[in-house]
Nanobody
Framework: VQLQASGGGLAQIGGSLRLACVAS????????VGWFRQAPGKEREVVSC????????YDAESVQGRFIMSRDNAKSTAFLQMNSLKGEDTAVYFC???????????????????WGRGTLVTVSS
């Protein structure tokens, strides 16, 4: 059972990056998927979340209109398209999967949340 995040790197302010989260060992379509991030010295926070069927998405106010989350259940993969990047988007980004919607509705992980290893996003001028 594994979640693998990728796509992080260095981007310029105003630029774009696309993160991917690939699941293996379990049926991702039965799980909501969320992206969280943690900047140095700050607590982990939810960025975006998507329901198992991909019909509902939830975005933090700080990324609304800039980040788009999607998923391809046939490929057991969820994506986070990040546009108009800002310096404050610099963080380690983690993907998480949860069988319920609590993680998305509350913006916090639950006891059943599964985590992947993070991918570093650095936004600079």
């Amino acid at each position: 059972v594994q979640l693998q995040a990728s796509g992080g790197g260095l981007a310029q302010i105003g630029g774009s990056l696309r993160l991917a989260c690939v699941a293996s060992g379990f049926a991702l379509d039965e799980y909501a998927v969320g992206w969280f991030r943690q900047a140095p010295g700050k607590e982990r926070e939810v960025v975006s979340c998507i329901s198992g069927a991909g019909t509902d998405t939830y975005d933090a106010e700080s990324v609304q209109g800039r980040f788009i989350m999607s998923r391809d259940n046939a490929k057991s993969t969820a994506f986070l398209q990040m546009n108009s990047l800002k310096g404050e988007d610099t963080a380690v980004y983690f993907c998480a999967a949860d069988p319920g919607l609590t993680m998305c509705l509350n913006g916090r992980p639950s006891t059943t949340t599964r985590w992947g290893r993070g991918t570093l996003v650095t936004v600079s001028s």
